[in-house]
Each structure stands twice: as structure tokens, then as C-alpha cells.
T-cell receptor, first 114, second 118 residues
């Protein structure tokens, strides 16, 4: 079945370091891919998304490219800040249209030190 | 646009009582709403999918008699935890789905409700 695999955390970085959080997926068809961020005690916020191969989603300095050949959607940021400390979830929507259940990765906790 | 609210944001109840959590789509009509449960430091676990005017579809292992879901209108779904016990303490998150101009349906998430059963 469809699945999402994220790198294990926690990830601890110094401020201004480069961030990569790996996400790979297994799916049939043409899924949409998402990154969500969850700050402590809060719900999920959509960070970015991509709906087709080679699309690049970007927001707040974060970006991820939908790579169909490697079935990946890695999250990157060139210079992290303390305020980026949160849990990041990679998610997949199995079909590009129609209401359908999302499949979430296990989440990667990021801690950025000043 | 596409704002989803939840109420209450946190609730403490005594063991054996029931508690109701509301999920509202504030600026759009949601044909489908989803309820998730999140344990500390873990991912979201989908509990059920509800469509307006019909019975909810529960995921395997979720007790439908314990977690009552009602989706009475296109902007409101409720989750009632009946006869709550300490093991029901968790963070409950809802999401609402609405059609995009592309024809796809995205989920918009509420801020979550923290339930503590004493």
C-alpha cells in the first residue's frame, strides 16, 4: 500500500545551518505531496506542497522538489532559525483529485540552537 | 481563507464522563471532515472520516461507540468521547476537506484539542 518514510529525528542544528529532512514515498498513480509543520502545543500548518512531478514547493525559506524518479520530497532550508524548531511531517494524498485520506510520515523533530 | 477552528482548545474531565469537541470550517463548506488522534511525540493517527449527513467511517481498531462523530452540517463536525478514561487522554486534531479550483480536495487542519482525563 501507499506509505511515507521520513528520517528519524530529532535533528539538532545550530542557527544558520543548512537543513535537510528526507522524505520518500511509495504510491501508485500520481500523488500530491505535502510538508506540514507543528509547533509545540499546536495543530498542523501547511508549509508547502507539490502536486506533480518536478514541481517545487516553497514557503518561508523552505523548499522541496517532487522527484518521481527517486520517489522523494526532501525538505530543505538554507539557513535555519531558532523559530524553526518544530516537528515536520511529510504527507501524501494518494490521488490528485477527489476526497481521499492523507498518509503521514512519523514526523521529524527539529531543534535549532542559538 | 480555509480556516478550521476547534473548541475547546483544551479540556479536563473526570473519568466516566463524556466530552464533546467541535470542529468548524469558518469560511468554507466542508463536505468531508477527518478526526485524528496524536499521542505525545508521535504522528497523527486517523480515527474516522465523516461526510455531511451520513455516518462516519471509522478506521480499524477505533471504537465507534466510544468515539461518536456527528457531521450535521457542512461547517460543523463533533467528536464525543463517551465514558472517558485516562487512556483517552490525547491531542485530537480535526481537518476539513474542500474542493480546490483544480478539482482536488485538500485537508485544512484545526489547531487541536488537548483532552486530559483524570
Amino acid at each position: 500500500g501507499d506509505s511515507v518514510t521520513q528520517m528519524e529525528g530529532p535533528v539538532t542544528l545550530s542557527e544558520e545551518a543548512f537543513l535537510t529532512i528526507n522524505c520518500t514515498y511509495t504510491a501508485t498513480g500520481y500523488p500530491s505531496l505535502f510538508w506540514y509543520v507543528q509547533y509545540p502545543g499546536e495543530g498542523l500548518q501547511l508549509l508547502l506542497k507539490a502536486t506533480k512531478a518536478d514541481d517545487k514547493g516553497s514557503n518561508k525559506g523552505f523548499e522541496a522538489t517532487y522527484r518521481k524518479e527517486t520517489t522523494s520530497f526532501h525538505l530543505e532550508k538554507g539557513s535555519v532559525q531558532v523559530s524553526d524548531s518544530a516537528v515536520y511531517f511529510c504527507a501524501l494524498k494518494p490521488t490528485p483529485s477527489g476526497t481521499y485520506k492523507y498518509i503521514f510520515g512519523t514526523g521529524t523533530r527539529l531543534k535549532v540552537l542559538a | 481563507g480555509a480556516v478550521v477552528s476547534q473548541h475547546p482548545s483544551w479540556v479536563i474531565c473526570k473519568s466516566g464522563t463524556s466530552v464533546k469537541i467541535e470542529c468548524r470550517s469558518l469560511d468554507f463548506q466542508a463536505t468531508t471532515m477527518f478526526w485524528y488522534r496524536q499521542f505525545p511525540k508521535q504522528s497523527l493517527m486517523l480515527m474516522a472520516t465523516s461526510n455531511e449527513g451520513s455516518k462516519a467511517t471509522y478506521e480499524q481498531g477505533v471504537e465507534k461507540d466510544k468515539f461518536l462523530i456527528n457531521h450535521a452540517s457542512l461547517t460543523l463536525s463533533t467528536l464525543t468521547v463517551t465514558s472517558a478514561h485516562p487512556e483517552d487522554s490525547s491531542f485530537y486534531i480535526c481537518s476539513a476537506s474542500a474542493p480546490e479550483t483544480s478539482g482536488s480536495y485538500e485537508q485544512y487542519f484545526g489547531p487541536g484539542t488537548r483532552l486530559t482525563v483524570t
